[in-house]
């Protein structure tokens, strides 16, 4: 796994390389939120263009940092979920709280 | 029906685990020619069910066991059972419900997968003694499924 932080102001996109399972979520996790107090961020991206598996684990580090960003007044995103990815994540309702985009470009447009 | 062929193994419970045994899974069910979508179905249940074990069945204690058994029958069904011998569920039923998680880390979706990418799924766990999950699904043959 590996990650890729960019800071655009107050937002925080993060790339994430691998498979989001209980050992990735756990590092995930500590990661971003040292980010999110560190720099006091506001909103969050996740990239998960080169994710290639997701389950429970991956699926709730995601709901964990919706609720963090939703509690500061934030907004979060999900951008590049391939199709796999993206069946899991709708399975899961998730869209319905965080809004999922093909691109990170789509999100600076709108 | 006959089993064709069945592989059976032991890990320790840790996080790092997960993978191998989804991937080893996955591995075997190829046997089967079944496509890639089915295929990730597969590593999905068994990471599931796997994680339950660490984290639920074990409280995240690393020196435990968690036992994984694959068969594929004559009749292309694949047959799993993942089982651990940590605490049990109490109840099974609230468990089973959608976005029912004892923690709040992950998101309660494990058995909702397991029903819905499997034909059958059994629970079967007593508290103090373990739980085992009992997962079929059975594959048809491809022309079959062309011409179905």
């Given at each position: 796994m590996?990650?890729?932080?960019?800071?655009i102001?107050?937002?925080?996109?993060?790339?994430?390389?691998?498979e989001?399972?209980?050992?990735?979520?756990?590092?995930?996790?500590?990661?971003?939120?040292?980010?999110?107090?560190?720099?006091?961020i506001?909103?969050?991206?996740?990239?998960?263009?080169?994710v290639t598996f997701?389950?429970?684990?991956?699926?709730?580090l995601?709901?964990g940092?919706?609720?963090?960003?939703?509690?500061?007044?934030?907004?979060?995103?999900?951008v590049?979920a391939?199709?796999?990815?993206?069946k899991?994540?709708?399975?899961?309702?998730?869209?319905?709280?965080?809004p999922?985009?093909?691109?990170?470009?789509?999100?600076?447009n709108? | 029906?006959?089993?064709?062929?069945?592989?059976?193994?032991?890990?320790?419970?840790?996080a790092?685990?997960?993978?191998?045994?989804r991937?080893s899974?996955?591995?075997?069910?190829?046997?089967?020619?079944?496509?890639?979508?089915e295929?990730?179905?597969?590593?999905?249940?068994?990471?599931?069910?796997?994680?339950?074990?660490?984290?639920?069945?074990?409280?995240?204690?690393?020196?435990?066991k968690?036992?994984?058994?694959?068969?594929?029958?004559?009749?292309?069904?694949?047959?799993?059972?993942?089982?651990?011998?940590?605490?049990?569920?109490?109840?099974?039923?609230?468990?089973?419900?959608?976005a029912y998680?004892?923690?709040?880390?992950?998101?309660?979706?494990?058995?909702?997968?397991?029903?819905?990418f499997?034909?059958?799924?059994?629970?079967?766990s007593?508290p103090?003694?373990?739980?085992?999950v009992?997962m079929?699904?059975s594959?048809l043959v491809?022309d079959?499924?062309?011409?179905?």
């Amino acid at each position: 796994m590996s990650l890729d932080f960019k800071l655009i102001r107050n937002t925080l996109i993060v790339k994430v390389k691998g498979e989001l399972d209980l050992l990735i979520a756990e590092k995930l996790r500590e990661e971003i939120d040292r980010k999110l107090i560190d720099h006091q961020i506001k909103n969050l991206i996740l990239n998960l263009e080169k994710v290639t598996f997701i389950d429970s684990s991956g699926l709730g580090l995601i709901i964990g940092r919706y609720k963090k960003i939703s509690a500061l007044n934030g907004k979060m995103y999900i951008v590049g979920a391939k199709p796999a990815i993206e069946k899991i994540l709708f399975f899961s309702g998730i869209n319905k709280l965080v809004p999922i985009y093909r691109g990170e470009q789509d999100i600076i447009n709108i | 029906m006959n089993i064709k062929n069945y592989v059976r193994f032991e890990f320790q419970s840790i996080a790092e685990n997960v993978s191998f045994a989804r991937s080893s899974v996955a591995a075997f069910a190829t046997q089967l020619d079944c496509t890639l979508d089915e295929i990730e179905e597969i590593k999905l249940v068994v990471s599931e069910a796997v994680s339950n074990s660490i984290i639920h069945g074990y409280d995240n204690r690393a020196n435990e066991k968690v036992e994984i058994m694959v068969a594929i029958r004559d009749d292309r069904t694949l047959e799993m059972i993942i089982k651990d011998y940590g605490k049990g569920i109490e109840d099974i039923i609230r468990a089973m419900e959608p976005a029912y998680s004892t923690d709040g880390s992950r998101m309660g979706m494990g058995f909702t997968f397991m029903k819905s990418f499997m034909d059958e799924m059994e629970v079967i766990s007593r508290p103090g003694e373990g739980t085992s999950v009992q997962m079929k699904r059975s594959f048809l043959v491809r022309d079959q499924e062309a011409y179905a």
